[in-house]
């Protein structure tokens, strides 16, 4: 063979190989390209909707059996499931709490189960488990309580505040402290038989006479408790 037929060989088969070579690199660079292209994709959607970046279906799951470990259960929920779980028998309160005044009940020894049932059956009661294993369960009712029905005053106290009292105001038993009252504008728009009355206990008997009370003497609250019943 030729000398100049073995160069033009050996021309064709680098030209060859230089085919071959970036063929390889443009595949190469494509795929290094799409890859980058993917990822930016992924973090431009992650980052205009943090607020939805999904779980694995089975991580919703894992607290609905078992509400104790929720976050957002409630100390009803939690009791709710202990007792569930627990064997055996508990002494069971029921704490009432009134507009005025209030009361617990020892309601004696149940099975666990029956506790169960009797709080499921009273969706609005609150319930917990106290530290001696007692189940305490919470009723808020919007009335006085049988001993306030028999006891109860509203009244101005000597630093001028419209106050309920356990007995009448002199004994001082306050049981609670609504506002201040603005003394000036009241002396000057009520009789003195009135604001007498009222230095003196206006005897509250049932929810009604509670609220007249409250609605009357609200419009001499001072400016201050205004702003402060505001916020």
Known sequence: MSRFRILKEIKKSLKRKRRHVWSLGAGVAFF???????TWLAHRVVSSNPSQVFLPMDSSAVWRDNPSSATGASSRDRTLHILKER????EVVLHRTYLCG?????????????????????????????S???LLMEESIDDLS??????????????????LYDGPPWEEKVIRTFFQLDVDMLESRLTEERVR??????????K???????????????MRSQAIVRE
């Open 32 to 38: 290094i390209l799409a890859a980058l292209v993917g």
């Open 197 to 206: 009355e009222l230095s003196k206990g206006i005897r509250v008997s049932d």
């Open 102 to 130: 209030e009361e617990t009940r020892h309601l004696g020894t149940h099975k666990a189960s029956e506790a169960e049932d009797l709080l499921r059956s009273h969706r609005e009661w609150g319930a917990s488990i106290d």
């Open 87 to 90: 064997k055996g028998q508990m």
């Open 146 to 163: 049988p001993q306030c029905r028999k006891t109860a005053y509203m009244g101005m106290d000597k630093d001028g505040n419209l106050s």
């Open 132 to 134: 001696a294993g007692r």
């Open 208 to 222: 009604d006479e509670y609220n007249s009370v409250l609605s009357t003497f609200n419009e001499f609250a001072s």
